[in-house]
């Protein structure tokens, strides 16, 4: 089987190509917001350095999200379109269960609070325990719109990850059984995506029809909450 991951959640961009036995290539980029220009030209170079043809894809495995809304739409519409083109299915996962995945890869022995940079002084955040029989990180807490104060009240006993960690750590340190992961655990990578594709798959996970599947925005997208909260008569 050949699995073609797709990650466009947050700043990061990039794709896997991996086999039953784990990713056999990987490529990303961070910054500037170029999701759309940048996602084709990489799964072209992945599919190139694994020796495979995207003919040759089984299956899409996309994050879902939530993340920035841009990102997602590119994300998403890009594994659809292949999905669709190619005739296989696609398996969605979120951007916080990408991050916890990489965190208990890495042997992280608590709780993982997976924390995305939302802006607008917000962040999307959901907390999970190890994973369990089916390969994915068991669910705690689901993924939720918060201000980053609320990060706060959270119950001890975890290890923060993701961007939104990152940027607001201090309402995270100082607190006793709350770490803050390093940058390596700052966003959803292409080559976690894609192992945790592979773990649900062996544990039971069912991938969907392409046209089936749908980005997690969890709120409106900036322009039309902007446009929205503007007054009438400012829009006239």
């Known amino acids: 089987m050949i699995l073609l991951a797709v990650e466009s ?3 990061l961009v990039g794709a896997a190509v991996a086999d039953e036995s784990g990713p056999r290539s990987a490529a990303a980029t ?9 996602l084709a030209p990489t799964i072209d170079f992945v599919c190139r350095q694994a020796g ?3 003919r040759d894809v089984d299956l899409v495995a996309v994050d879902v999200g939530p993340g920035l809304f841009t990102g997602l739409r590119v994300g998403v519409a890009t594994a659809k379109a292949l999905g669709q083109g190619l005739g296989v299915p696609v398996l969605g996962v979120t951007s916080t269960e990408i991050l916890a995945y990489a965190a208990f890869d890495a042997g992280c022995p608590t709780d993982v609070l997976a924390v ?14 190890r ?25 001890p006993g975890f290890l923060a990850v993701g961007d939104g960690a990152l940027r607001y750590a201090e309402h995270l340190l100082g607190r006793d059984g709350v770490g803050v992961g390093g940058p390596s655990l700052g966003a959803p990578s292409p080559s976690a995506l ?11 996970a069912e991938p ?10 969890l709120r409106a997208a900036d322009a039309r909450a902007n446009f929205v909260e503007r007054p009438a ?3 006239r």
């Open 131 to 155: 994973p369990g029989a089916d390969g994915r990180p068991t669910v705690l807490e689901p993924p939720r719109v918060l201000p980053p104060g609320e990060l706060a009240r959270a119950a």
């Open 233 to 235: 008569a400012a829009r």
């Open 208 to 217: 969907t029809p392409a046209a089936d599947v749908e980005a997690l925005y």
């Open 194 to 204: 894609a192992r945790l594709a592979l773990a649900a798959l062996a544990g039971g």
């Open 116 to 129: 995305v940079d939302a802006r607008r002084a917000e962040v999307f955040c959901a907390r999970y325990g």
């Open 30 to 38: 961070t910054g500037r917001r170029r999701h759309a220009e940048t």
């Open 9 to 11: 959640a947050t700043e």
């Open 52 to 54: 495979v043809d995207v």
